[in-house]
Each structure stands twice: as C-alpha cells, then as structure tokens.
C-alpha cells in the first residue's frame, strides 16, 4: 500500500512539473596531439613518443580485448600523418611509487614504416577517443599533461627535432580541421594548396589532411575541397 502510494506521489510530481527525471549519460572527448613550432629548414618529423598523463578518474579509453594495448578506434593518425606511419599505444595503470606516474597514462609512439623515410611536417598527428563517466566532473586540458616527448628527424643522421614541441587540444566534439588545414591552424594558406597539388602529382607523401577519403591518395576533388578551404568556400 505505501509503495503504491509512493508510485501515485511520484506521477503527480511529474504530471505537475511536465518534466520526467532524465539519467545522466557517458560522453567522450577527443584529445589531438600535435607538433608545434617551425622545422628547421630541410628537416622532417620521423617519428615520434609521448606520455599522455590522464586524470586519476572520470576518463577511460578503450584497449584491445584480453590486453593493455589501445582500441585502433581510440587512437588513430590525424592531421598531416600519412598512411606510412605506424601508430602504437598503450594504457598504463597508475603506479603509487613512482613519482612521474601515480595516475593513468598512456604510452603513445609512430614511425615510419616506409622503405624511404618521408617524414611529415609540423601539424596536428594523431587523436585520442576518451570515454567519460555519466556523474564525472567536466574535465578541461589543465586536466592532463604530455611527458617524456621525443620527436626524431626523418633523415640523417639520426637525432631529435629542434625547434618544436608537443601540444594538444581537448574538446567534446571530434570536429574535423579544414580540408588542407595540415597544421591544424583552421586557415588553408597558398603554400598548403601547392602541397596538396604535389600529393596529387605524387610529388608528395600523401597526408590525412588532404586525403579525406582515407584511401592514401589524392584526387581532383580533393585538391578541390583545399582550394575551397582557402578560399573560404
């Protein structure tokens, strides 16, 4: 009898207020590496490692089933890497011993796995898919930060990038760059539409900013939607 009683309040609470009590609901965000700064002249990103420290909770990311290894649909190339550079990840629980790692963090890496070492130009280079929690707080890019970040040169001799850094942007949305926007800096300038001319020639390595298809080649529409982008259309 209570019970029922309990289940008629109820309704006339909502037959009053019109509105019915919604679940809160999990969300994702997307984390986009990137390289920042000016290359210096005849040199190219051959590779790269980063650690991503992740807040000690509200945030998951999806592995591989039975391993530690990251879901290819949680981390993939973006921005100017092309389809020649192998990406590898991993989730690392937290380690209370440690001082660098008492939280989560994901070791993240790429190479070139081409016979010929292309190398790729300063830009955004891969994206993260997190999963958060329906009750977590809304979590902000003070919330993680990139350790033990080396960027090495595509030719020889071999050795570290000088003059650019690791960087990354975090949103709740995975919206795209503009088409030829290789640096991730939402302009298309005249020097990236003469860069998608060449992957379209085949002078050069084809890079997922222009390849919007994802099929490692260039087409006429897609030099297209570049000279669109710098055009503003």
């Keep these: 009898m209570k019970s029922r009683i ?6 006339a609470f909502v037959l009053v207020s019109g509105v019915l009590p919604e ?25 790269w490692q980063a650690t991503v420290l992740l ?29 020649t550079f192998k990406l590898f990840g991993s989730y690392n629980g937290p380690d209370t011993t440690s001082p660098t790692y008492p939280v989560p963090s994901l070791i993240l ?7 010929l070492v292309n190398g790729t130009q300063s830009g955004q280079v891969a994206t993260l898919v997190l999963e ?22 595509a030719a020889a001799p071999a050795g570290v990038v000088v003059g650019i850094s690791f960087d990354f942007d975090l949103s709740s949305s995975n919206t795209t760059s503009k088409p ?3 640096d991730a800096s939402d302009t298309v300038t005249i020097a990236e539409v003469q860069s998608a001319i060449n992957m379209f020639l085949g002078l050069k390595t084809v890079e997922g900013c222009v390849d919007t298809s994802g099929d490692n080649s260039v087409s006429i529409a897609e030099v297209q939607k570049t000279i669109n982008s710098f055009l503003g259309l």
């Design 6 to 11: 309990k289940i008629i309040l109820f309704l």
């Design 23 to 47: 679940p809160a609901s999990a969300g994702q965000l997307f984390l986009k590496l990137k390289t920042v700064g000016t290359l210096p002249a005849g040199d190219l990103v051959g590779g």
């Design 55 to 83: 807040p000690a909770s509200g945030v998951t990311i999806k592995t591989v089933f039975g391993s530690n290894q990251l879901d290819p649909a949680s981390f993939y190339a973006s921005g100017v890497t092309p389809a």
């Design 109 to 115: 890496a790429t190479l070139d796995t081409s016979n």
């Design 132 to 153: 958060t929690a329906a009750a977590s707080p809304v979590l902000t890019k003070n919330d993680f930060s990139l350790v033990d970040t080396v960027i090495s040169r």
């Design 180 to 182: 030829g926007d290789c």
